[in-house]
């Protein structure tokens, strides 16, 4: 083998010298570099700087806050087109619709037909006139306070309940009807009274019934009522039954309406005073006196 110091490129003074040139070029790109300043470095300061200058700028302006800067007045609430609850609206008057009757006579009266003690009477014995009674309060429920009747204006469970054989020509003066249009708020009718009994010149039992009903109706959804007789309506009746094989056969009947709509009474239909003309009663006693069962029947209503 050649000795390698003997190549004849190491003997070759001008190829020595590019060698050594290259070598330097090489070791200088090898080179670590100094640290040094980075664009990034030098632009983000300058964007943080131009923002908290507008930001300042729009403040001296009064566009926009600070961000610890409290707003001056509360964002205003966005319109609405719903129409009030007439069961929440609230009212310039003193009636609460869910208590409709606290301010009446009717505030602690009954949701159902009283049922009083029963005693021996002519030939029918106590328990002969409990029975009559409760066949008399089944009646008088279907034909007040049932809404199948009252509100749907369906006068058969009314009629089912009556001695078999009995035409009524006109159930209407009987039951309650709502007038179409209006309802009830979602307070069951109020009831007092009483019932007595008696028998007839031919030996048959009678129950009497004296009962006063108020129902208590959703005020029109644009006002609230001021005062209680505004929704609260008013039915007392006066009724006979004649018992036959145990079951009601109607023979009598008189009634008054007060706080109401006159024009929708003539049609034996019930609609609150606020809907339309006539209140009833007599103009010189105060509303209260027409809750009293013992009222006489017989009053000039206006109607």
Not at 189 to 216: C, E, I, K, W
């Amino acid at each position: 083998m050649d000795d390698i110091e003997n190549h004849p490129d190491l003997t070759d003074a001008k190829w020595l010298r590019g060698a050594e040139r290259r070598a330097r070029r090489a070791a200088r790109r090898s080179r670590p570099r100094k640290p040094g300043p980075r664009l990034s470095r030098l632009v983000i300061p300058t964007v943080l700087v131009a923002f908290a200058g507008a930001l300042f700028l729009l403040y001296r302006v009064g566009s926009v806050p600070l961000p610890d800067a409290a707003p001056t007045t509360a964002p205003a609430p966005p319109p609405t087109s719903a129409r009030p609850d007439p069961t929440t609206i609230e009212s310039t008057g003193h009636v609460d619709l869910t208590h409709p009757f606290a301010d009446t006579p009717a505030a602690n009266w009954a949701t159902t037909i009283p049922v009083p003690a029963a005693t021996a009477v002519g030939g029918f014995t106590a328990a002969q006139v409990t029975a009559a009674y409760q066949a008399v309060q089944r009646t008088s429920t279907e034909s007040r306070l049932d809404p199948q009747v009252t509100v749907h204006h369906d006068t058969a469970p009314f009629i089912a309940t009556l001695a078999t054989g009995v035409k009524l020509p006109d159930a209407n003066g009987w039951v309650t009807k709502i007038a179409d249009g209006y309802q009830l708020l979602p307070v069951p009718p109020r009831v007092d009274g009483s019932m007595t009994s008696s028998v007839d010149d031919r030996g048959r039992l009678v129950v009497h019934t004296n009962f006063v009903y108020v129902y208590a109706f959703q005020p029109a959804s644009h006002e609230a009522p001021g005062t209680p007789w505004d929704i609260v309506s008013v039915v007392h009746e006066n009724a006979d039954y004649t018992m036959v094989d145990g079951k009601p056969w109607p023979s009598n009947s008189k009634a008054y309406f007060y706080s109401m709509n006159c024009d929708l009474a003539r049609q034996d239909q019930l609609a609150p005073q606020y809907s339309g003309s006539g209140a009833g009663g007599t103009s010189t006693e105060k509303p209260e006196a027409y809750f009293d069962p013992k009222h006489p029947i017989d009053v000039g209503q206006g109607c």
